[in-house]
């Protein structure tokens, strides 16, 4: 068991007063799921943002440092809250990391007239909470000097070069969760800031990506802005040496097994539907531009025009998080969200038969259980750094439903052979895509439902998590 | 003095009516002037576009061959006009060419919401009018078989396959003079049709680019997306091999010369202003998102706001080509540039002075009056494969004016030591450039400017022509 420093923006638990006492919520997101199983096995400190009122009033009570917690698993860690500035945080968090940082990571900006670039954001805000994330680090390196610090995402590129110029021997090793833009695209960023990311996490002994794609990009985005020298899987730059590896998240198989199996889950099911349709096609995705949900819906109006005979029979289910609703550009989505469905609806209803079943709510029961009964999913985003829906739901799915993927999912990496692949702007081919899922022969569907099914309890989040660990100790015997 | 095959979409001269009588109007566009240094030195003949109802007729009265015509220099050339089907045109211009692949090229969509990909627009339209080009391109060199082909631009993708089809051994090159994105973008388009894209342009012996820059994109892209192997400045593939090659266009500094000193500059010398403001920003582009116009107008209104020392004496004068006026996205941009500049007016206009002065029309010497007449010339585009204002304007202007220049414009390889560097998404920083370069001391900007002109005498439109000569003869040599 060695000591272990995790830092994230969010943390895996956060605060609350309901009536007058203090309520601990545990975070059920992807991150906190997948790093849940390292608290078992390792002496581990979490540091994250004091994101609400009760998360810093807990961080004072107990003076910035770290406290004891335990996991949802009843493992005990120590939880350090670090509660910055608030202003210098509403630039970090609503002006750079999103949506600045993460439209360049999907390629969601509107280059003709946005961004304009908020360089005093970055300074003030970006800069000035990843220094309060390195020195939480620092501090806790002195009380456990031989620890090694994971980071994680896009939120701390710049921690690890902070962290790195007062240790030059502590192992860091960063995760990236979402897609690696090629370096044409990191040049929205002006040239000292595109090299502050670059440079940051070369300051790492690991950068992690979930795919192959996403990695080689960062390799070249090194190579083309910071003039990094690429030898194999490894990075040379500033006389350090940086692993660039790839290993897809997953999910926990018996978890979602036994979550699927849950009374809530049960309950959900028989309100599903008021009378199912003959066949549903389901989307399950944040209110996020990256998600492509507005084009989406095109393309299942488009599949109603082309192939008539689904009309009457087939429904799509999207079920939507509402997702940083304090983002304007999000706000507009989700408006546009809402007005293609109602274009939809309005062009193909037909006595108690209406095509597009919108409901934008955080209802987990109710997705888990129509994880279980689609017969197509349909997953097309703009692109998406692995996306957690495309394994979740085939693992739970009761009917050998067919996957609709789109070629910049990073879990289409894994999962391409078994899916129908769909470029994510091609409307029309979305539109025959869904109607091959939905005519497919029944033997087909089988096969591929349960070779996407083996694959995900073969490569489940113990896996990632372990390939994460055995990077760490390779770059950190090498010293 | 050898044969040579011009292929482009617009050709050196168009038709028209006047009071009855056909009347030839030779073009003045870039590629037009550069490549018109050919007409003298080969046997030349153009393959373009019919694009307009006297195109046509003159088209239809050669039955569609080729026939006698000569240059603006009284060079001998043969010219044929190829009449599209005009509802194929009309797709392969209005919707594949402008916007589709334009936008891909200049990174202009706003993924999260378009483009909705037209594959019936490509195949019908694009498809369709390059197997015309090919048709004709076969047809010439049914006549000259010992012929050398030019393509130029993105217009032509497919048409050097459909020619390579037929003809396994005759030299083909192709010039491409828009920026070349990096591979994740091209997949804004099916895997179809990408890779019809990047087949069609490595069926050329010769593919050449303004930089090194677009250069190594376009090799990477070919890499990532057609599996060609990279061997030097060579890419194989499908058993062929295509030289990759760069050389930055440039302009006939003599011919510049003596258009400056023109009667019809001077004249528009004296109408320039009313009163002479004490120093003048100049930019000059066509409409187009890609030029950053907008931006531009926030950048002054910045500089004016950050450095109010600049009010009252300093205009920005901005002559804007319309452009396209057929598309959409264009018609939205022209009116978003006159409401940004009515913005900046109304914010800091002051008596008789107001801040920004834009003219929409062309007006080629009220431009080269301009030219002459700056103080700080300001070209931000977005994305720019070349952009030759950024040549022309330094040759003939006659007070050491500055140049602000977009990192992302083609010429920033070759001027970045003499120009102020800009982001194009940073508008406070182009507020900043705006400022060095309107204080910037006599002595350097004198520096400057001389270093920018000599450096386009020593590198004019000829070097470049022979660049593309010893090109294409270097790989007929080695066949």
Known sequence: MTDLIVVSNRGPVSYAREGGARVERRGGGGLVTALRGLLSRHRVTWIASALGEEDRAVAEENGGEAFD???RDGAPYRLRLVAHDPAAFELFYHVVANPLLWFIHHYLWDLGS???VDVRAWHEGYERVNRGFADAVLAELERSPGAGVFFHDYHLYLAPAFVRAERAQVPLAHFVHVPWPQSDYWRVLPDPLRRAVHGGLLANDVVGFHTERWAGNF???????VDARRDGDTLHHGGRSTLVAHHPISIDPSEFDELAQGADVAAAAGRLFEKRPEQVVLRVDRTDPSKNVVRGFRAFGELLARYPEHRGRVRMLALLDPSREAIPQYVEYRAAIEREAAAVNERFADGDWSPVDLRIRDDFPQTLAAYRDYDVLFVNPVSDGLNLVSKEAPLVNERSGVVVLSENAGSHE????????????DVVGQADALHAALTM????????????AAHVRAHDVSAWLEAQLRDLSRVTLRQ
């Open 69 to 71: 917690d335990v996991s």
């Open 114 to 116: 946005q961004p304009d």
């Open 219 to 225: 390799a070249r985005s090194c190579a083309d802005l």
């Open 414 to 425: 894994e999962l391409g052979d078994w899916v129908v692949s769909v470029s994510p702007f």
């Open 441 to 452: 022969d029944p033997g087909e569907r089988g096969r591929r439902a349960a070779a996407i």
